[in-house]
């Protein structure tokens, strides 16, 4: 029997108001990897991703995590997944512990578990001093590392982060990427998109190429470069050669 | 090249750059751009076509309040020709009134200017001169409390003007002076306030100021009027000083507004002339003090530090709509605007509290006061609720990629909105149902109708939004807030005509309300 894939889409589809953001997009993310999502601006990297986290209905496909048909049994499938926006999703007038308290709650982690959990996060995290304090009086890196500690706090099997290092100072940014390295190596798995490619290059076990709606490249930095036929080159040079021939072809 | 010659599009660059940089005529237009499309979002609900049907719908409007106006005061005001001390008593006492909604409003826009943070940051970050940019700020902020209270005392001003002449309308200088005023006094207890209870929590304390003071006079007309003569018309306190032997003399100063409102011409200009003198003064003295306030709030920590005790009660066991109805009592609690909303309702459940208070053990009169009150009340707190709970979600992600129902989301947020009804609404409706058992009891089927109805037409009209919105929220959509506040009244007239035993007629207004939820269904947003 064939092993689960963390993430396997096929042929997923949306549109908005007749012009195609994703379309007929195939992907698979197997179990405790870290993948990169790359594509332009207005590729339908956040469109495919809101998708698998139920935020956005598409027009026609499939989407399954871990093997739980996501379209028909949602509410499984959200059991298994955490989603980190670009821009922090948190509450202003909780504190990050309170916040974290609350995420645990949403799904399902109570008690003596959740609060060892909460407090462990958010000292890794480096929030120790502000754990009491409203996130109204946060910076932008503090808000986001409040968020990834509710993210994490119910241990998600498939962690989706969408531009979570844009804004970060150097030490933030090194914290996250460190976190999640973590998670992976426990066996979690991570899908990221990112501009910043030099991350990707460094962290994903695998890296998918997006452009107009459509996967133009997937696998390993390797065989990413060994495709597009510059042995010693960057993934940014790669990256490059891939989206422009994919507007060539488009 | 001239003006003339020049293209529409060559003037207005023109114009743009009439103005040196940094000048006082070059901010003065730049507040003035942004004030007036302020007042355009406000007055178009936020809507950015513009279209003849909505103007013409205004000005129907406008012509409404006026033939209202017009009605009322032809009918019930009649104007000596000379005026006496009694005439000039209800003209002051009447305008006092409108000034202290003038004044709620002018506090809430003075603090504004050290809080908006919209460009605060991008101004004090360049080389122009801080004290001159609020300066003129506060002074915009005069301007903008006078048009807004201009749009309810115009219809008034021009009446007057119709039915005894138009030496009324020099009642708009005396409009203006009250904006003056009002800013004045807001400056100087605004930095009363950062004084002494700092930059951080002045905002919070000016918010619940304002509404104080919004609802302060009419409610303590009425109180002095409940506890003089047990009853709780609004006009009760022109009747306290009925006996003209008490009024000062004609020829005092305390009458000169009223009587430079009336046309008399020299009163107007010195009424006039002292306000903005003490304007002009108010803002020189206080810019650069406000710009200090202002850096000092860039730079102080806003997040304020909770009680850690709070941590054991958050992690205890519950179901998924617990935590999710703890996180709205909690946001709500912690929420400054509402806290003030909050307060204004209670506030306005004072007079019919001391009306329960003066008649303990007599039911007559007191059902019929507080009925429709406390449904009224509840209606219109559960309006606001309503919105804080289900459209001003600031992590609307959160919860939808979260493993829960939305159904089970939505009845948390409901039951969140009756809980924070039932806090206030509680102790009178128990202190009713010691006089009138039946009443208290009709009342609370009433209040859970109005609370029901209210949350009903939120929910049809729920937009995401941030929480900070909340001041907003009722140009967001007109159709919800008009449908909210005559279902409240419908849901208010039929507790009224129940209590008192007319229930064929409790019909019409329970149709209206109902009709109002169905209206808003109707016209709810699709998509």
């Known amino acids: ?250 | 090249m001239t003006e003339l010659s020049a293209s529409p599009m060559e003037r207005k660059e023109v114009r743009r750059h009439r103005f040196k940089p940094l000048s006082f005529g070059w901010f003065a237009a730049h507040e003035a751009r942004l004030a007036w499309r302020e007042f355009l979002f406000i007055m178009s609900g936020g809507r950015k076509d513009a279209s003849w049907g909505r103007t013409i719908w205004a000005l129907v409007f406008l012509g409404l309040l006026h033939w209202g106006a017009w009605y009322v005061l032809g009918v019930y005001a009649p104007f000596p020709s000379e005026p006496t001390p009694h005439f000039l008593m209800v003209l002051s006492v009447s305008g006092f009134f409108a000034w202290t909604l003038m004044l709620a409003q002018a506090l809430e826009q003075v603090t504004r200017v050290i809080y908006a943070r919209a460009d605060l940051d991008l101004i004090m970050s360049s080389p122009a001169p801080m004290a001159r940019v609020l300066g003129l700020r506060i002074f915009i902020s005069a301007i903008s409390t006078t048009l807004m209270a201009g749009m309810l005392l115009i219809p008034v001003i021009d009446a007057m003007a119709i039915v005894d002449g138009p030496r009324w309308l020099m009642a708009y200088g005396v409009l203006f002076a009250g904006g003056a005023t009002a800013a004045t006094v807001s400056i100087g207890v605004s930095l009363m306030l950062l004084k002494l209870t700092g930059v951080k929590r002045t905002r919070t304390i000016a918010q619940v100021l304002a509404a104080i003071i919004g609802a302060g006079f009419t409610i303590g007309a009425q109180v002095v009027g409940i506890l003089s003569m047990g009853s709780s018309q609004r006009m009760a306190v022109f009747d306290l000083l009925e006996d003209e032997g008490r009024l000062p003399a004609l020829g005092s100063l305390i009458w000169w507004p009223a009587r430079a409102a009336s046309g008399e011409l020299l009163p107007l200009i010195a009424v006039m002339s002292l306000s903005l003198a003490l304007l002009v003064a108010a803002i020189g003295v206080s810019a650069r003090r406000f710009g200090a306030y202002a850096g000092a709030f860039t730079d102080a920590p806003q997040g304020q530090v909770v009680n850690r005790r709070r941590t054991i009660a958050i992690f205890k066991p519950r179901s998924v709509a617990g935590h999710l109805r703890v996180k709205e009592l909690t946001l709500l609690k912690r929420d400054p605007w509402l806290l003030s909303q909050t307060l204004m309702q209670i506030l306005y459940l004072i007079p019919p509290a001391l009306l329960l208070w003066t008649n303990t053990g007599t039911s007559t009169g007191v059902a019929l006061v507080l009925a429709p009150v406390l449904t009224m009340a509840a209606g219109q707190l559960a309006g606001g609720l309503a919105w804080l709970t289900l459209s001003g979600e600031d992590a609307p992600e959160l919860i939808a990629t979260a493993p829960v129902a939305s159904g089970t989301a939505l009845r948390a947020k409901v039951e969140a909105v009756f809980i924070a009804v039932a806090l206030p609404v509680t102790p009178l409706l128990l202190g009713f149902a010691l006089v009138a058992p039946l009443s208290a009891l009709t009342t609370l089927v009433f209040i859970a109708l109005a609370t029901g109805g209210a949350t009903v037409i939120q929910f049809l009209f729920r937009k995401s939004a941030k929480r900070s919105h909340f001041r907003r929220r009722q140009t967001a959509s007109r159709i919800a807030t008009f449908t909210e506040a005559f279902g409240s009244i419908g849901w208010a007239g039929a507790a009224a005509l129940t209590v008192t035993g007319s229930l064929l007629w409790t019909a019409i207004p329970m149709a209206l309300a109902v009709g109002c939820v169905g209206l808003a269904f109707l016209l709810r947003p699709r998509g």
């Open chain 1, 1 to 250: 029997m064939a092993a689960v894939s963390a993430l396997e889409i096929h042929a997923l589809a949306k549109s908005y108001d007749g012009k195609p953001a994703v379309s007929g997009l195939d992907l698979t993310v197997r179990p405790g990897e870290f993948y990169a999502l790359l594509g332009p601006n207005g590729a339908g990297k956040t469109t495919t991703l809101r998708m698998v986290t139920g935020l956005l209905k598409p027009d026609s496909g499939a989407i399954s995590v871990w093997g739980v048909d996501a379209l028909n049994d949602p509410i499984a499938a959200k059991r298994l997944i955490a989603w980190v926006p670009d821009e922090p999703m948190i509450y202003d007038k909780l504190t990050p512990l309170e916040y974290v308290a609350f995420v645990a709650g949403l799904w399902g982690v109570e008690g003596a578990e959740a609060e060892r959990e909460a407090e462990a996060l958010i000292d890794l995290v480096g929030l120790t001093a502000q754990k009491h304090q409203r996130c109204e009086g946060l910076s932008k890196g503090m808000r986001q590392k409040v968020a990834l500690c509710g993210a994490l706090v119910h241990a998600p099997k498939l962690i989706i982060l969408d531009e979570p290092l844009t804004g970060l100072d150097a030490s933030s940014s090194r914290l996250v990427k460190d976190v999640l390295k973590a998670r992976v190596a426990a066996g979690a798995t991570v899908i990221m998109t990112t501009h910043i490619l030099e991350v990707a290059e460094r962290m994903a076990d695998r890296i998918g190429v997006i452009a107009g709606g459509r996967l133009m490249a997937e696998g390993t930095f390797d065989e990413l470069r060994e495709r597009a036929g510059h042995a010693g080159s960057t993934l940014e040079e790669v990256f490059l050669e891939i989206v422009a021939g994919s507007e060539v072809a488009a």
